[in-house]
């Protein structure tokens, strides 16, 4: 039996908490905000996308850094596993598009409840409102923390589940980084991921709070597509947002570093380019005698109509039969590749999930221990990866806590 200190009173450090002291340590889990899982709180908008109910193999396609150091992970602590034990708290689930798993209750409080039940139900020492300085190791191993008071608990094992810089108001300060940082570890560099984008068009303010489903969205850098894929998407007063631009921003950060990049959005997918532009001439004979402004209301929302036609080049009140060809092709080329420019990620603390973190070379994938220092063990969004949007980052946590706490 040791005693654990756990630091981070997230999803992660929770599982990995109640974990180790199922196994007979005396685990102490220190908190720093007043309450546990204030991010949890807040994640599908208040709901908590718990998990995703897929197979591992799918789980682990949907993680987008470093996803092989997490199949030891996946595999030891499943979604069922967590799906069971929010179960056994009182918390049912049910299954939504895309197999996101919410509570059936659709309270993240409940969620964070069942957490807590399972620490109390092992007996974790949980300390709120207690922040750590630093970690102290000699000789290459743990041997205790300094609090922000200066005061010392001794300890064997250690485990950091600190989160992310993200959504800083949920107490994530980044300080999971500095403590290993301090004690030798490398941070690979901390960047925005699940995370809006800026466009250079200011239009997208004109389109501000409109959401596209069913749009397939491309990223290209230097003329070549990074990235492409359908979902929902939604306009913001400074450029996108919706799932799939959140996904999306996973795969391109790392070209944003190098400059602007070209983006492009079929409004109408399901449609061939041939069978859109039937589509299009049917409206244009149903309306032939009306002017191109008044066209549009059968084909796109009312907001985007005066958005395309700026950019279709075609007079507004120009009258439907006097359109050319020339100009049909241009608005079809409009509704299939609507042309943005993005320059930027919005703000790392505006980021539902942080990327980079402490380098996975440096940790044992089945243990979460450090390689360099005996009895220090990480779980959770410090550690060098990331997952798309969907319940993954939250399954992340857990696995990961889970075998942290099973190897202190």
Known sequence: MSKVIVIGGGAAGMIAAATSASRGNETLLLEQNEKLGKKIYITGKGRCNITNAQDIEELINNVTTNKNFLYSAFYSYTNDDIIN??????????????????????????????LEKNM???????RLGTKVKEIIVKANKVTGVILSDNKKINCEKVIIATGGLSYPTTGATGSGYDFA??????????????????TKEGWTRELQGLSLRNVEMKFYYKNKVVYSNFGEMLFTHFGISGPLVLSASNYINEYLEKG???????????????KLDKRIQRDFEKYSNKQFKNALKDLLPTKLIPIIIKLSNIAEDKTVNQITKEERKNLLDNITKLPMTVTKTRPIKEAIITSGGINVKEI?????????????HFAGEVIDVEALTGGYNLQIAY??????????
């Open 85 to 114: 034990l929010m179960n056994e708290h009182g918390v049912k689930t049910k299954v939504e598009r895309g197999f996101r798993v919410f509570p059936l209750s659709d309270k993240s409080s409940d969620v964070i409840k069942a």
């Open 120 to 126: 109390l139900k092992y007996k974790v020492d949980v």
């Open 181 to 198: 940082k301090k004690v030798g570890h490398d941070i690979v560099k901390l960047k925005a991921a699940l995370v809006p984008l800026e």
């Open 260 to 274: 602007n990049m070209a983006v492009t959005i079929n409004l109408k997918p399901a449609l061939h380019r041939d």
């Open 364 to 376: 044992d994938p089945s243990t979460m221990e450090s390689k360099k220092i005996a009895g220090l």
């Open 399 to 408: 696995s990961t806590g889970y075998l942290a706490g099973m190897n202190v």
